[in-house]
């Protein structure tokens, strides 16, 4: 395991159009969060999950963005009807508690969304 | 509302020198702070986490600092190299194993130069 893969890492898309992204975590770790970043800003978050569990959602993560983990392992990120406004690099982390009680976040590569 | 500021957005330096990064926080009720680090085009690597309960962290040439009275942090880059050219985040976490709750500062450009 060499830490967290996401894929594509690069999508060109025209408005409208729905698009997929996939991350699959470091295996043993139960937490799993997607974020959101653009130029020069620093990530926003979008969603987390407990193994399968999704837990939390931003408000920034509108209904046309839908985010599973169906088994606890990999998971997927939807953006429905693209609009021009969702492009972005989209990041994904995982985590697990350490003894010490922190999680330390291991990111992914990103992936990134352009929207013409 | 908590805020980070990182100060400078950029830095230029030759290879070789010793730097100091600096990120303050707004509110001094964190849990802990992360120093990470961004290639272009990249995702975050993480390179310190530095717990409310301590002063310090290091790792090879980096060492992190923590002052929550102060609500400073800075991250000591020595020897500095070209590899070391990236974008430097700091993030605080206000609650136990809070990742979603992360406060990210906007970053220092660095470029180490030849």
């Known amino acids: 395991d060499t830490g967290v893969s996401q894929d594509p890492r690069h999508k060109i898309t025209k408005r409208g159009q729905n698009v997929t992204f996939r991350c699959d975590p470091i295996?043993?770790?139960?937490?799993l969060y997607w974020y959101r970043q653009t130029l020069g800003q620093g990530p926003e978050f979008l969603t987390y999950?407990?193994?399968?569990?999704?837990?939390?959602k931003s408000r920034l993560l509108s209904d046309r963005f839908s985010a599973e983990r169906p088994k606890g392992s990999f998971s997927t990120l939807e953006i429905q009807r693209t609009e021009q406004g969702d492009s972005a690099m989209y990041l994904c982390?995982?985590?697990?508690?350490?003894?010490?009680?922190?999680?330390?976040?291991?990111f992914g590569a990103g992936s990134r969304l352009t929207v013409l | 509302k908590q805020e980070v500021t990182q100060i400078p957005a950029a830095l230029s330096v030759p290879e070789g020198e010793n730097l100091v990064l600096n990120c303050s926080f707004t509110?001094?009720?964190?849990?802990?702070l992360q120093w990470f680090r961004q290639d272009p085009g990249k995702g975050l690597t993480s390179l310190l986490l530095?717990?409310?309960s301590q002063r310090e962290q290091t790792s090879g040439r980096l060492n992190a600092s923590l002052d929550k009275s102060s609500g400073r942090s800075t991250l000591y880059i020595a020897a500095s190299q070209p590899g070391d050219s990236a974008t430097y985040l700091c993030?605080?976490?206000?609650?136990?194993?809070?990742?979603?709750?992360?406060?990210w500062g906007l970053g220092t450009s660095l470029a180490v130069n030849p």
């Open positions: 982390a995982s985590s697990i508690r350490t003894g010490s009680g922190a999680n330390v976040l291991t």
């Open positions: 295996s043993e770790h139960n937490r």
């Open positions: 999950f407990q193994n399968e569990a999704q837990l939390e």
């Open positions: 509110d001094s009720a964190i849990y802990n």
């Open positions: 530095i717990q409310s």
């Open positions: 993030a605080v976490s206000a609650g136990a194993g809070n990742n979603r709750k992360l406060i």
